[in-house]
């Protein structure tokens, strides 16, 4: 039973891979630009739909990664790399939060100028997270 559900989610995720490699792209938001907070509000909800694309596919990699690792624990009996691999994951979330948001306080108290920083330094690195997780495979 087990295995069968472990058969599953590993096609899912997949599939999902694929999916996502095939349908996904990011939104052209540099037309929406600018520095009127009415006008702007367009764009920060254009970069927020672009991070949140980003942080899907960043998930579904991160899931196969886990999948596989798991695979390979049961399969040679390493277990050292799970907790290695968590911990990374985590300590990756926690500095890409961190360096955006220095770069958020830098800003203020221009708020719109400081919200427009967060938004593209987090799409850079999720971009670059995603991109190092992909050479994994």
């Known amino acids: ?11 899912t995720v997949f599939s999902s891979i694929d999916a996502f490699a095939r ?12 520095d009127h907070p009415q006008k702007a509000k367009k764009y920060l909800m254009c970069l927020d739909s672009n991070i949140e694309l980003l942080e899907r596919s960043r998930q579904t990699w991160v899931n196969k990664l886990v999948l ?5 624990e049961k399969n040679t009996g390493n277990t050292q790399l799970m907790p290695i691999i968590q911990r990374s994951i985590t300590n990756q979330s926690r500095y890409m939060d961190d360096a955006c948001k220095w770069r958020y306080l830098k ?5 719109t100028r400081a919200a427009k920083v967060f938004k593209r330094c987090k799409i850079s690195f999720l971009q670059l997270h995603i991109k190092e997780l992909q050479a994994n495979f």
Do not use: G, Q, V, W
């Open 23 to 34: 349908t996904e792209a990011l939104r052209d938001c540099s037309h929406l630009e600018s």
């Open 107 to 111: 800003e203020l108290p221009n708020s």
């Open 1 to 11: 039973m087990i295995k069968t559900i472990n058969i599953f989610l590993f096609f």
């Open 68 to 72: 596989d690792t798991e695979e390979l």
